[in-house]
């Protein structure tokens, strides 16, 4: 990389060193969690800057930018996560493109999927909060929902939430009760916890987090759009 973009590596490099120093503090196997780098609305540049230091995973939040971007990243070996919510028409365009879905949490999506992308992997994002503006499904439908999606030749690779929207509220509750569903589902493919961003991501990893959504402590603040 060179002048702008050689700067904007070294900021982006700066930055994860830190953040890897926060996940080492925090963690007993720091080597167990996993970070997507949440490159919302944020340049093709940026990514192709994380890219260069050593950045696998990206995180979009909409389909249209993720197809965007997918097509003009020259990066190679990168991963795309889908981690917004998603409407079943948009399945279709992102299919073969997305490593990893973060949030299926109805049967509807479910059933697109397997017809759309076979053998997707997925996370089932359950609202462990139960905060009724929030995504995810109730934590009672999480089965139903696990044993669909194996049933249809999907990848369960395990289940994700987010913490309260409330300013101060605890995370841990929520972090909490989405490592004990997991547990109680004891279904062997379910390795993934999705929990924890930027500002509490040390509690996600107390809670057992094995991966992280992380965007403006990777990126910088986020540009407007």
């Given at each position: 990389?060179?002048?702008?973009?050689?700067?904007?590596?070294?900021?982006i490099?700066?930055?994860?060193?830190?953040?890897?120093?926060?996940?080492?503090?925090?963690?007993?196997?720091?080597?167990?969690?996993?970070?997507?780098?949440?490159?919302?609305?944020?340049?093709?540049?940026?990514i192709?800057?994380?890219?260069?230091?050593?950045?696998?995973?990206?995180?979009?939040?909409?389909?249209?930018?993720?197809?965007?971007?997918?097509?003009?990243?020259?990066?190679?070996?990168?991963?795309?996560?889908?981690?917004?919510?998603?409407?079943?028409?948009?399945?279709?365009?992102?299919?073969?493109?997305?490593?990893?879905?973060?949030?299926?949490?109805?049967?509807?999506?479910?059933?697109?999927?397997?017809?759309?992308?076979?053998?997707?992997?997925?996370?089932?994002?359950?609202?462990?909060?139960?905060?009724?503006?929030?995504?995810?499904?109730?934590?009672?439908?999480?089965?139903?929902?696990?044993d669909?999606?194996?049933?249809?030749?999907?990848?369960?690779?395990?289940?994700?939430?987010?913490?309260?929207?409330?300013?101060?509220?605890?995370?841990?509750?929520?972090?909490?009760?989405?490592?004990?569903?997991r547990?109680?589902?004891?279904?062997?493919?379910?390795?993934?916890?999705?929990?924890?961003?930027?500002?509490?991501?040390?509690?996600?990893?107390?809670?057992?987090?094995?991966?992280?959504?992380?965007?403006?402590?990777?990126?910088?603040p986020?540009?407007v759009?």
């Amino acid at each position: 990389m060179r002048g702008s973009d050689g700067a904007l590596g070294g900021a982006i490099a700066q930055r994860l060193t830190v953040l890897r120093e926060r996940i080492d503090a925090a963690a007993d196997r720091p080597e167990g969690i996993s970070v997507v780098a949440v490159s919302k609305r944020h340049p093709v540049a940026a990514i192709e800057a994380a890219a260069e230091v050593g950045v696998v995973d990206f995180g979009e939040n909409y389909a249209q930018e993720l197809a965007d971007k997918a097509g003009e990243v020259q990066a190679k070996h990168i991963r795309w996560h889908f981690v917004g919510g998603l409407q079943r028409n948009k399945i279709k365009l992102l299919a073969g493109q997305v490593y990893l879905w973060h949030s299926i949490d109805r049967l509807a999506l479910v059933r697109t999927l397997a017809d759309r992308s076979p053998g997707a992997r997925l996370l089932i994002q359950v609202n462990t909060t139960g905060e009724q503006q929030k995504a995810g499904c109730d934590p009672d439908e999480t089965s139903s929902l696990v044993d669909e999606a194996a049933s249809l030749g999907l990848h369960v690779a395990g289940l994700m939430t987010i913490g309260p929207t409330e300013p101060g509220a605890d995370p841990r509750p929520a972090f909490a009760r989405l490592r004990e569903l997991r547990d109680q589902l004891d279904h062997p493919g379910l390795t993934e916890l999705s929990m924890g961003m930027s500002g509490d991501l040390e509690l996600a990893i107390a809670e057992g987090s094995t991966m992280l959504r992380v965007g403006t402590d990777i990126f910088g603040p986020r540009p407007v759009p």
